[in-house]
């Protein structure tokens, strides 16, 4: 019991995916105009995720190694499709909202990620509470950033007039500009946080999560699809 | 040789697995997604044009057989009686098709209203079809000699686009021709 | 004109990275020196160009015909992931030098979210396969001038002393949001 909550919890807010590994940018910066985007993203991304890591964990033992990613693709491709469908069924304003999104879903590093560096080497209850954990950290990552941005972009939150009268909405946030300035200086303030804990404890200062495509996970796979 | 037909085997088991499952769910989902794309493509043109009507277009729409294809119809009811119907024609634009939802008093004598569905233009010229300023000049219009000012009409064009506009007015035209092929079976496609 | 105004579009006012959010993983992943950047922006133009130009040909004459194009996300990612594959054992063979710049950045361009979102936006922009093929290779021009210059500016600041929290990837993201900023200055031209 206390490893499944180790695995779930850690996408909450140690590994939490977007802030601390910096994965998955794209969405990230693209559909926080406003908090119920982003958290419909978000669900779309815990169905993905976990289903992902429960397929892939469940046929780990039949995939041949050296077709692995072929069939982590498919797998998720799959998942991506029927989101689509769904989402156009029961959601279809935030489906026309997310646009291209969507389909993107498939391409989002967190997926093929987690499907190679946990799901396809542990047992299946590990592997969807590890997708549950990823999946509501990004979700709420995404809302938070959706919140700011909404906050100070339209005045609302998830809709609702916030703001009183004398408040000029701040048209950069919802613009790209905004949300590449307000995910750095979000970032900085993980890593600030990240250094004053380790400061209290005697450590040396870091520089926090260096981005580059090894931390994808994905992209240390090179030989063979 | 045995390890690679297993890398076959697997994969193809995997891809026929969820084509399956996705041919499922697409089968489990058609209908619905194709009323969800008509409650909100065409839906709010229909707001646009008919004012008086309590029934649900979308839900109630009726396809006919023309010649040309089938087309959709969506009609508006009020207390149970037909009061105008509305389908969806497409005239040529500067930047691809615009599409636009013109709807009839049931006995054809006029225009309810246009509403534009689809539509690339150049934002500012062409794009402004969509605005009440041109629209409402079709609102009550009589179906016949529906033109612009320029070829004898009394349709005024937006001025630096033409060609949206003349578009337009063709869609308009067409929709005419086609109310006139399925008037006859109109009063009573909804009878019930 | 018409295509003249898509390859500005396509660079400029509408850049796949700073207003599209497009590629961002790679644009911050491999800005940090500008060969590597260079190397990354050239792969993503040739891969980008010849999948949107495949995968227009797949929808046109085998999802559209047969009414599959709710399988379209599927078959897309599946056609990217095995071009470049294709690509690479091309380019080991017949071309080594190319192969050697390049080659190191093919892998990653799998999940680089630019390449499907090309081949996505020319299906729902309803484009012609000419208009596929200038759109594709002025977007990946657009995603290399972005990498490039990004590269740029994080060289230069190598020398500068910056707050130990902002170092990395959270000042590449504010310089990506000034670049936005500046090529914001764009819209309105040739829209």
Known sequence: MSRLWKEFSKGLWKDLPPFKLVLGLCPVLAVTKTADNGFGMGLAVIFVLALSNMLVSMLRKLIPAKVRIACFIVVAASLVVCVELLMQTYAYPLYLQLGIFVPLIVVNCIILGRAEAFASKNPV???????????????????????????????????????????????????APGAFVCLGLILAGMNTLTNWQRKNKGLEAITGPVHDCKSCGMCATKPGM | MREMLKMIFVLSLICGLSGLTLATVRQATSERIEEQVMTYVQGPSLKQIFSNYDNNPVKDRKTFDLPSGPITVFPAMKDGKLTGVAF?????????????MVGFVTDGSKLEGIGITTLKETPGLGARVVEPEFRDQFSGHSTDKIALKKQGGNIAAISGATISSTGTVSAVNEAVNIFNQIKDKLPTAWES | MDYFVLIIAAIFVNNIVLAQYLGNCPFIGTSKDSGVAMGMGLAVVFVATLAAAITWCVQKYLLAPNDLNYLQTITFILVIASLVQFVEMFLKKAVPPLYRSLGIFLPLITTNCAVLGIAIICQREEFSLVETIIFSIASGVGFMLALVILAGIRERLDLARVPVSLKGTPLALILAGLMSLAFFAFKGMAS
Do not use: C
Request: aromatic content about 18%; proline content about 2%.
């Open chain 1, 125 to 175: 209850h590990l592997a969807v509470a590890d997708g549950l954990g990823m999946g509501v950290g990004f979700t709420l990552s995404l809302t938070f950033l959706g919140s700011i941005r909404e906050l100070f972009g339209y005045g609302t939150w998830f809709g609702m007039q916030v703001m009183g009268d004398w408040f000029q909405p701040f048209t950069f946030m919802i613009e």
């Open chain 2, 88 to 100: 969806e024609t497409f005239g040529k634009g500067y930047g691809g098709n615009i599409g636009v």
